[in-house]
C-alpha cells in the first residue's frame, strides 16, 4: 500500500482525554514515514478477518462523504472510538493513526490502527532542594515498536466496503468480544486463518482421542497434511487433512468433518502461503522428560532417519539413525 496521508489522535482512556490533531502527520520525517510504513505492513501481514461494511454503515457513510475532508473524517472517526472504549473495562488507552493511500492497483484504501500503550521506564530531571535530581519515573503512553505486531486496526476499500480487520477480545462491559468490529465498525467478520485452524486442531484432538489414537501422532500428520496442501494449492484443504490423519477409519473422517462444517469451516481455507509454509515446515516434540525434538517435515516420516517406537511397557522411545556428525550450537 502506498500512503498518501496518516495523522494521529489520543485516545487517553486513563485520563479520560481525546486530544485530536489538527494537523497530519510530516511524511517528510523519515523517521515518521518508516514509523508508518511498517505499522501499516505490519496490519496487512497479522491475522486478517476479512468483512464487509455496506452503503449504510456509518462509518463507511463517514468516509465517503463529501462534506468533510480527511482530518475531519478522522477526527469523527477517533471519537466514535474513544466514546465507545470508555465503556470497556480491559479495553486499553493508545493513539488511533489513520491513514489513507492507494494499493497495488489504485483502489482508494483508508486504514486505522490502534496504537496501545505500553509502560517503560525512563529517567526524569527534577531539582530536590534547588539540587538537580536525575529521577526514575514510569512513562505509561509508550507507542507499540515498529517491529511489533498490530492488535487492533483495519483496511478499508472505501469503494466496495470490503475490508481486513485484526483485533484482539476485551472484557466489554461484562463481557468478552471483539468489540473493535462488533460495535465500532458494525460488521461480523469470517473468521481468520488462526480462528479455523483452532478449530480444526480441537476436532482432530477430539477424534483422535474418541478413536484412542496418539495425540502426537494425529497432529503430526495434521501438521504435514497442512504443509503439504499449502505448498500445492495456497490454502489449507480440510479434507486432505482428514484423508492424511485418518486413513482407512472412515467413521472418524465422518466425525472430523462433521464436527468443521458445524463450525461453518470451508473445505479450503484460505492462508498466507509463504508464512504457513515457514511456521509448518519442521514439526517440534516436547518429551515428557525435558528433551525438545524439531525435525524438518521432509525426513519425518523418513524411517531410515528418525522412528517413534512404541515399548511393549507403553513408552515411546525416539531413534534418531545414520547420524554422520552432530554440532553443538551453542553461542554467545
Same mark, same amino acid.
Given at each position: 500500500m502506498e500512503i498518501?496521508?496518516?495523522? #494521529?489522535?489520543? +485516545?487517553? !482512556?486513563?485520563?479520560?482525554? +481525546?486530544?485530536? *490533531?489538527? @494537523?497530519? #502527520? &510530516?511524511?517528510?520525517?523519515?523517521? =515518521?514515514?518508516?514509523y508508518v510504513t511498517k505499522l501499516v505492513s505490519k496490519l496487512g501481514s497479522g491475522d486478517i478477518k476479512e468483512a464487509f461494511l455496506d452503503e449504510?454503515?456509518? =462509518?463507511?457513510?463517514?468516509?465517503?462523504? *463529501?462534506?468533510l475532508n480527511f482530518i475531519e473524517k478522522s477526527s469523527e472517526l477517533a471519537k466514535q472510538l474513544f466514546d465507545m472504549i /470508555?465503556?470497556?473495562?480491559? =479495553?486499553?488507552?493508545? &493513539?488511533? +493513526?489513520?491513514?489513507?493511500?492507494v494499493d497495488n /492497483?489504485?483502489?482508494?484504501?483508508?486504514?486505522?490502527i490502534k496504537l496501545n500503550y505500553k509502560e517503560q521506564? /525512563?529517567?526524569?530531571?527534577? $531539582? &530536590?532542594?534547588?539540587? #538537580?535530581?536525575? !529521577?526514575?519515573i514510569v512513562n505509561k503512553t509508550i507507542l507499540p515498536s515498529k517491529t511489533q505486531r498490530v492488535d487492533e486496526g483495519v483496511i478499508i476499500d472505501t469503494a466496495t466496503g470490503n475490508c481486513q480487520i485484526v483485533e484482539k477480545k476485551y472484557l466489554f462491559e461484562g463481557e468478552k468480544i471483539s468489540y473493535f468490529s462488533e460495535k465500532f465498525l458494525k460488521t461480523t467478520p469470517a473468521p481468520s486463518a488462526v480462528e479455523n485452524m483452532k478449530v480444526v486442531k480441537k476436532a482432530i484432538r477430539k477424534v483422535s482421542g474418541k478413536y484412542n489414537t496418539d495425540e502426537y501422532i494425529s497432529l503430526s500428520h495434521t501438521? @504435514?497434511?497442512v504443509y503439504e496442501s499449502v505448498e500445492e494449492t495456497g490454502n489449507v484443504d480440510v479434507m486432505q487433512i482428514a484423508e492424511a490423519v485418518f486413513e482407512e477409519n472412515i467413521s472418524? @473422517?465422518? &466425525? $472430523?468433518?462433521?464436527? =468443521?462444517?458445524?463450525?461453518?469451516?470451508?473445505? !479450503?481455507i484460505p492462508v498466507d502461503p509463504i508464512k504457513y509454509e515457514k511456521k509448518y515446515s519442521k514439526q517440534k516434540f516436547k518429551l515428557d522428560n525435558g528433551i525438545e525434538l524439531t525435525i524438518p517435515i521432509d525426513i519425518y516420516q523418513n524411517k531410515d532417519l528418525v522412528e517413534f517406537i512404541n515399548n511393549p511397557d507403553g513408552t515411546i522411545s525416539v531413534m534418531i539413525k545414520n547420524v554422520d556428525s552432530i554440532k553443538n550450537k551453542f553461542s554467545i
Open positions: 498518501q496521508q496518516a495523522i #494521529l489522535h489520543i +485516545l487517553d !482512556k486513563e485520563a479520560d482525554s +481525546l486530544i485530536c *490533531s489538527q @494537523k497530519e #502527520l &510530516d511524511f517528510s520525517n523519515g523517521a =515518521v514515514n518508516e449504510q454503515n456509518q =462509518v463507511m457513510q463517514l468516509l465517503n462523504s *463529501s462534506e /470508555t465503556h470497556g473495562e480491559e =479495553v486499553p488507552g493508545g &493513539d488511533l +493513526l489513520i491513514f489513507s493511500g /492497483t489504485s483502489n482508494a484504501l483508508i486504514g486505522m521506564f /525512563t529517567h526524569f530531571l527534577d $531539582y &530536590d532542594e534547588e539540587a #538537580l535530581a536525575n !529521577k526514575i501438521q @504435514k497434511a472418524a @473422517k465422518n &466425525d $472430523y468433518l462433521a464436527i =468443521v462444517q458445524e463450525a461453518g469451516i470451508e473445505e !479450503k
